[in-house]
């Protein structure tokens, strides 16, 4: 079966940076395409970035569009997230997400169990 593991949340002051991984325990790696998500209390999970099994194409949203950088290391079997100039509206439960396409469409989705993140002002 597939298992995420997030790493690398903690409290760190406003402006401040943070790199998050979550490594995947998969067979072939590069099949996935990987996601962040987060969600702060009383909010719904939103989307923050994600990144194409080889790497080659990368997406985020527009709140975090120039702060954050999602990155993958296929040899590690690891997504990152390096997260620069944090904000108090930043906190919150980061999850990793993982997609393949398997035989004749059908499309599996997997998630790991969240690494906070707060910042202080």
């Known amino acids: 079966q597939v298992q995420l593991v997030e790493s690398g949340g903690g409290l760190v002051q406003a402006g401040g940076s943070l790199r998050l991984s979550c490594t995947a325990s998969v067979r072939i790696f590069s099949d996935y395409a990987m996601g962040w998500f987060r969600q702060a209390p009383g909010k719904e999970r939103e989307f923050v970035a994600a990144?194409?099994?080889?790497?080659?194409?990368?997406a985020y949203a527009d709140s975090i569009k120039g702060r954050f950088t999602i990155s993958r290391d296929n040899a590690k079997n690891t997504v990152y997230l390096q997260m620069n100039r944090l904000k108090p509206d930043d906190t919150a439960v980061y999850y990793c997400?993982?997609?393949?396409?398997?035989?004749?469409?059908?499309?599996?989705?997997?998630w790991g169990q969240g690494t906070q993140v707060t910042v202080s002002s």
């Open positions: 990144i194409s099994g080889r790497g080659g194409n990368t």
């Open positions: 997400n993982a997609v393949v396409v398997m035989i004749e469409g059908a499309v599996g989705d997997y």
